[in-house]
Nanobody, 118 residues
Framework: QVHLEESGGGLVQPGGSLRLSCVAS????????MGWYRQTPGKEREFVAN???????AYTDSVQGRFTISRDKAKRTVYLQMNNLKPDDTAVYYCYARHRLHAAVIYWGQGTQVTVSS
């Protein structure tokens, strides 16, 4: 069982920045792909970004060029740097870890709220 704990959410004005962190309870970066989803009330959870075991990254179109995903293996932490935030980015952001070979093995964090509003 892998435990993931997110932090870094909050209230920010449009155009502002936040950095989300996701700390894993153990070093999973060699076996688990990591990433972020987000969800707003009444909508399905939406993919935001991921970073594979290989280090390759991917983003949904709406955040490309504004968000950056990275990891620090020594700290067992995945980051999501979010710049030029927009009101449409308002959501609960969830960190996940998915096994690179067994996709059914997936762990989720508890979520952190990001609110973009003036």
């Amino acid at each position: 069982q892998v435990h993931l704990e997110e932090s870094g959410g909050g209230l920010v004005q449009p155009g502002g920045s936040l950095r989300l962190s996701c700390v894993a309870s153990e070093n999973v970066f060699n076996t688990f792909n990591m990433g972020w989803y987000r969800q707003t009330p009444g909508k399905e959870r939406e993919f935001v970004a991921n970073i594979l075991v290989s280090g390759r990254t991917a983003y949904t179109d709406s955040v490309q060029g504004r968000f950056t995903i990275s990891r620090d293996k020594a700290k067992r932490t995945v980051y999501l740097q979010m710049n030029n935030l927009k009101p449409d980015d308002t959501a609960v952001y969830y960190c996940y870890a998915r096994h690179r070979l067994h996709a059914a093995v997936i762990y989720w964090g508890q979520g952190t709220q990001v609110t973009v509003s003036s």
